[in-house]
């Protein structure tokens, strides 16, 4: 019954992507002129969503994740995220987004049951924000973790780790997540951006941000007893303050543990981010197709699951989609 792939991979971790548009434009992700974005037509309506995570739900899938594109600039987001969150079998739901809209959405998805979010900020450098983004919306994120906080969220920030730029916001990060009781997880930049411009020497490494960290703030130890199935290594400062985590796709790749399906907010199903095959969910659910049917697309999607990304391999091949449509 369960999503056990042909690696012995059990499956129980869906990522929901809402929309495929941003509100900012990060360089690694988008181009500042998107050719096209889908209609409305196009992406899912919440009772399909709602229905793909149900028949996951019945086949073993726990862990929900909301994303995008930017997931708050979908129009009622809350009413599906208190949808989903009240699905029978649905243990844990969280929600990535770039904080712009969340000062006034904190509430309404807190009453909606959220309670964790990954905050995506690369810098604390209001200057560096806009260069990164091409948008000037530094204060609206910084407003809206305070407001998230304040409300008693769990945030994790991530930032994207480019090599030769964010260096000078390794420590200001960490130093802030220390402060504020937020666990900074770096994330090695990947090769999903719209415009090709990764190369992996353009990749902020875990082991040269680690010595960054040792150096300017103090000694580091992995914690001990991570689920393996998490993507981040954690490492806490042994003064006792805070910790941090990286997402080492490059370096470390974590593929040999990984428990995700992806739902793309075109109705795709994708064992991978880096996958090139997909499978049409959403023919079957506007073409009046039974639950089976809709378990079978996503059992033969975890069949089709490869052992892992060959990013540090002259195989690799980028996916044809970029992070933004796929749902990072
Ligand atoms: N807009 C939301 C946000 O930025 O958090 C959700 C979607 S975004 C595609 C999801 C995550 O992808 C972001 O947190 C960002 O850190 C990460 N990301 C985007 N492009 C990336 C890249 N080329 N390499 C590594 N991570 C990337
Ligand atoms: Fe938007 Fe998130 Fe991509 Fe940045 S990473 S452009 S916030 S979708």
């Not at 181009?31 to 969503?49: A, G, N, T």
């Not at 604390?124 to 983004?133: H, K, N, P, V, Y």
């Not at 411009?197 to 130890?221: H, S």
């Not at 378990?295 to 980028?318: M, Y």
Request: aromatic share 6%; proline share 5%.
């Amino acid at each position: 019954m369960a999503l056990i792939d042909t690696f012995g991979r059990l499956h129980d971790n869906l990522r929901i992507s809402v929309t495929d548009r941003c509100n900012i434009r990060c360089f690694y992700c988008m181009p500042e002129d998107v050719p096209s974005f889908l209609s409305r037509q196009e992406i899912l309506s919440f009772e399909e969503i709602e229905r793909v995570a149900r028949v996951a739900a019945g086949l073993g899938v726990r862990k929900l994740r909301l994303t995008g594109g930017e997931p708050l600039i979908r129009k009622d987001l809350p009413v599906l995220v208190e949808k989903l969150n009240r699905m029978p079998g649905i243990e844990d739901m969280g929600l990535t987004t770039n904080a712009v809209l969340l000062e006034g959405l904190a509430k309404p998805l807190w009453d909606a049951g959220l309670r964790r979010l990954n905050v995506h900020l690369d810098t604390l450098d209001a200057a560096r924000f806009a260069q990164i983004t091409r948008r000037d919306d530094f204060g609206r994120v910084m407003a809206g973790i305070e407001a998230a906080l304040a409300l008693g969220f769990r945030i994790k920030i991530n930032a994207v780790a480019v090599k030769n730029l964010c260096e000078p916001d390794v420590v200001p990060l960490a130093r802030y997540g220390r402060e504020r009781g937020i666990e900074i997880r770096y994330i090695e930049f990947m090769p999903l951006d719209a415009q090709g411009i990764w190369d992996k020497g353009k990749v902020l490494l875990q082991d040269d941000m680690l010595a960054i960290l040792a150096r300017e703030i103090g000694p580091l130890t992995e914690v001990p007893g991570r689920d393996p199935r998490a993507p981040a290594t954690e490492y806490r400062f042994d003064d006792g303050i805070g910790r941090v985590g990286f997402i080492s796709s490059v370096s470390k790749p974590f593929c040999l543990n990984c428990n995700r399906l992806r739902l793309t907010s075109d109705g795709k199903l994708r064992y991978c981010l880096f996958a090139i095959d997909e499978t049409d969910v959403k023919g079957l659910l506007r073409g009046g197709a039974a639950d089976s049917e809709i378990e079978d697309a996503i059992r033969s999607t975890i069949r089709a699951k490869w052992l892992g990304h060959e990013i540090n391999s002259q195989r690799f091949v980028a996916p044809p989609r970029p992070m933004y449509s796929i749902g990072g």
